[in-house]
């Protein structure tokens, strides 16, 4: 394999942020490929800015990358200028670490962390000089592989993708790796020898051994077509998070990307329960990292790469046991080491996390951000996302008392049962939240940002009938109408690219030749509004005999084969339809890792445990303490900032 | 910088190969990561967001190489010199290399101030990389500096204005050859205000690329003198790094 940078080299000259192209980041492997390792190359299929940052990528690049079998490489998505420089110049998509062609690899493994992404992994296929269509590759083509989230239903993508993996990829990518090492050692000749053998791992899904029977536009019945392959790929699940301290080289890009920090990762999974979130319901059951390896973590990983902010990732970080203790202990430790700064996303609405935050930014308290995504207490019963208004005014009193100004609330626009009233309400809260604020400061402000609804696989929403694009933008209007004057601010997700993540969603098999077409017709990068159409899509839809409605605002009954049945979270399928039946009674689920089983399935299907540190809720809120959620609000409020300065006098 | 107490230190760098695509921010990010994995005794700015004081000289171009940048760090107590470049280095990216380094006096000027002039050197071709003779060029730089004045015409906020670079230009010749064409040396003033190479080779004739640019040096004049930044403000011997 050689290197292609001499003929890359002069058209990074004309090229916008040349640097996405160059590697080099401080972590980055220097594989050798000795003659029979496994080759692979790991693709995000978006801009390098978008695509480094990605925790599940680096994880399975040092995972590989540590074997004495195996080499990876990563590449991105090549924005559209230097897109149009390698087609005209013929030169291939390559990896960014030795610049080699992309067609040279044994494997090439994409992440597919969101739907809009999906025309870029045709378009990098393409510029790899592979067919786009699995049935088209020769046999001794690079296998194309595909995880991340939206794997959890690949059907879109089964056209073009040879091997799913289905959850954690830790433990699967070295069995793979085994599987396609050998291939490649025999001559890179029995394709259908290898897929075979791929699918017999299990968490990996071979969409071609697998037939789709029809009933009209309804799925009869998915089908493996031989003894040996599953009928049922079961996800993988990494029991013990402490076997796997990734990424311990965190790459450092020499270019500025989103989330550009140290990120380590203290806990897998999430039970809140939030009926609409995927990420919650496809990665059960919750997975603590030892709080000591957390401090380990953060430690060297600072240390290694001189960055000044790490973040302490999870679905929900402040329900990771103990963390104020270890916010405190952290914030102390690099107080005297020159101006760390630490961050927690996803943070849960109420006084406890008010408290961590303010323990965190002590001096530059610009914006905090909170999700309370429904408007009404009813609606958020019917989203099990269950914050009381109380607590929401409370935490939001305690930000602006605290010297915070702006607050920004997350809404969903678009969900099961609601009704104006509950839209309306979204601009209530927000109104409200102002006139606290400007208790305080003349200053304060509040961004409510609202997304619209796309129902997602292995929810307790998976059946229910998207909002259209025009009944989004009537709620959108009405948003807009509500908060006039107010001190509020609105932003929305553009109702039209919600619409096409729906029809890509929840979509089968015959989706794919409209992702195809739209490909063809030039339509990548789709989750950059700038180069977002809805048309094309639409166009794409009707050429191709589909009908977008029936994909995107029809409810679907429960005896309905959904497309992706045959792929499982290990959440039974009665337990889903349950908690859609009771978010449609709106009534609440609390939180199994700190009362009683309710049996989703995960735990005792696949002999999981929580890996929980403490059995106790945390203090602060109806979110946290699992009392009486339907009167709520009657749980003290304690500010850990201010117990700090009680206890320990002026600070 | 100035009237701090502690530990100035200037430090030059060179800046080659794949790492000539990232710009001069991210030359000032990889630099107060480095600082932080060799846990420098940094000074910071006061402010809700404090700042390594790091201040840096002219601005390189993204895609041009450089033997001679040059970077101002306030530290808060002394550092031994002596391994200072290769510790950097070390935690810099393949490519940035620290050359040299110096204790700076107290109230040394700003490098953006104090610099006066810059060289170059460039490989010069015709559009997509057509080869340029070195006679012909030759002629055309003569011809352009026998002229009076040297006048491009760009555009600034929507309006067209034309600056003559003559006096800009100090010395140009033609001096070498390498595998793409001819190349050039040339010395630009920065006072009172400088240009790119790219806009000198436009003067000359609007076809002319610069297809590899290395900035070779840059100087302070004073009171006469020409000197090396490094030589400028020192309060110590500069320490030579041996290449590696």
């Known amino acids: ?651 | 910088m100035r009237g701090d107490a502690g530990f100035p230190v200037r430090i030059r760098f060179a800046k080659r190969g794949k790492v000539r695509f990232i710009s001069h921010r991210d030359v000032a990010r990889a630099f107060e990561r480095a600082f932080r994995i060799e846990q420098l005794p940094l000074a910071f700015t006061q402010g809700f967001a404090p700042r390594p004081k790091v201040s840096f000289g002219l601005a390189l171009s993204v895609g041009h190489e450089s033997d001679a940048e040059y970077l101002d760090v306030q530290l808060v107590d002394e550092v031994p010199l002596d391994s200072l470049a290769r510790r950097v280095s070390d935690a810099l990216p393949v490519g940035i290399d620290v050359s040299g380094t110096v204790a700076l006096a107290d109230r040394a000027p700003a490098l953006q101030e104090a610099v006066t002039s810059v060289a170059y050197r460039i490989t010069v071709t015709g559009p997509d990389d057509e080869h340029v003779g070195a006679d012909e060029l030759g002629v055309a730089v003569d011809q352009a500096l026998a002229r009076p004045s040297l006048p491009v015409t760009r555009t600034r906020k929507g309006h067209e204005v034309t600056e003559d670079l003559r006096s800009i230009v100090r010395t140009m010749a033609v001096t070498d050859a390498d595998d793409l064409g001819p190349v050039l040396d040339l010395e630009l003033s920065t006072q009172p205000r400088g240009t790119r190479p790219a806009e000198v080779l436009t003067a000359i004739d609007g076809n002319l690329v610069d297809r590899r640019v290395l900035r070779t040096k840059q100087w302070i004049e004073r009171g006469g003198a020409r000197l090396e930044p490094l030589e400028a403000d020192a309060r110590s011997r500069v320490l030579e790094a041996r290449a590696s």
């Open chain 1, 1 to 651: 394999m050689s290197s292609l940078w001499p003929r890359i080299e002069p058209l990074l000259a004309r090229v916008e942020k040349p640097a996405r192209y160059i590697g080099m980041e401080r972590g980055a492997a220097a594989p050798a490929h000795r003659p029979g390792d496994a080759s692979w190359l790991l693709v995000y299929p978006d801009t390098y800015e978008v695509g480094l940052p990605n925790q599940g990528l680096q994880i399975l690049y040092e995972i590989l990358n540590e074997r004495d079998d195996a080499a990876a490489e990563r590449a991105y998505a090549p924005w559209v200028d230097l897109e149009a420089e390698l087609r005209s110049h013929r030169v291939p998509l390559f990896s960014v670490e030795t610049h080699r062609p992309a067609g040279d690899f044994d494997v090439i493994a994409f992440n597919l962390s969101a739907e809009l992404v999906y025309t870029n992994v045709l378009n990098c296929l393409d510029l790899a000089g592979v067919p786009v269509r699995s049935e088209r590759r020769a046999a001794d083509a690079p296998l194309v592989v595909a995880g991340g989230h939206c794997a959890f239903n690949p059907e879109p993508m089964a056209d073009f993708v040879d091997a799913f993996v289905i959850g954690d990829g830790e433990e699967a990518v070295g069995e793979m790796s085994d599987v396609i090492g050998a291939w490649k050692r025999a001559g890179r000749t029995n394709r259908e020898g290898v897929l075979r053998e791929l699918a017999t791992i299990p968490g990996v899904y071979v969409p071609a051994l697998y037939d789709v029977e029809y009933d009209g536009p309804f799925i009869r019945e998915v089908r493996p077509r031989f003894d040996e392959v599953p009928a049922r790929v079961d996800k993988r699940t990494v029991a013990d998070l402490a076997e796997w301290p990734y990424p311990k080289q965190q790459l450092v890009p020499l270019v500025e990307v989103v989330h550009d920090r140290l990120n380590v990762e203290i806990f897998r999974g999430c039970t809140r329960g939030c009926r609409f979130c995927q990420a919650g319901m496809i990665t059960r059951p919750v997975r603590e990292r030892p709080e000591e390896q957390v401090r380990t973590m953060v430690q060297d990983g600072l240390r290694r790469t001189g960055y000044d902010e790490v973040a302490l990732t999870s679905l929900s970080s402040a329900d990771f046991s103990g963390v104020d203790g270890l916010v405190a202990d952290l914030v102390n430790e690099q107080e005297g080491s020159g101006c760390v700064s630490l961050s927690l996303p996803s943070l849960r609405v109420d006084a406890f996390t008010v408290g961590i935050a303010s323990e965190i930014q002590k001096v530059r308290r610009t914006g905090l951000t909170f999700a309370p995504e429904g408007g009404t207490w009813r609606i958020r019963q019917v989203l099990n996302k269950l914050i009381t208004e109380d607590d929401l005014y409370a935490a939001v009193d305690g930000a602006y008392s605290q010297g915070w100004r702006r607050v920004k609330l997350y809404f969903l626009a678009g969900v099961p049962t609601e009704m104006d009233e509950d839209t309306r309400g979204i601009a209530e809260l927000a109104r409200n939240v102002v006139k606290i604020g400007r208790k305080y400061t003349k200053q304060a402000s509040c961004t409510a940002s609202v997304g619209g609804f796309v129902p997602k696989p292995h929810t307790p929403f998976q059946w229910f009938g998207q909002n259209s694009v025009d009944e989004l933008e009537r709620k959108i209007g009405l948003l807009r109408g509500a908060v006039r004057k107010s001190g509020v601010q609105l932003r929305w997700h553009d109702p039209a690219a919600t619409f096409v993540e729906g029809i890509a969603s929840r979509g089968d098999r015959r989706v794919g030749r409209v992702i195809e077409r739209v490909w063809r017709e030039g339509g990548t990068f789709q989750e950059w509004s700038e180069r977002f159409e809805l048309g094309r899509w639409l166009d794409a839809m009707a050429a191709e005999g589909l009908d977008a409605d029936w994909y995107v605002t029809r409810h679907r009954t429960a005896d309905e084969v959904l497309p992706w049945d045959h792929i499982s979270a290990g959440l039974h399928r009665d337990f889903l339809w349950q908690d859609w039946q009771a978010a449609l009674h709106e009534h609440g689920l609390p939180d199994c890792r700190w009362t009683p089983c309710y049996d989703c399935g995960v735990c005792t299907d696949y002999a999981l445990e929580h890996v929980v540190a403490s059995p106790v809720a945390p203090a602060g809120g109806s979110q946290g303490t699992g009392q009486d959620l339907s009167r709520g609000g009657d749980t003290p409020v304690e500010f850990l900032g201010v117990r700090e300065k009680a206890s320990s006098g002026a600070r």
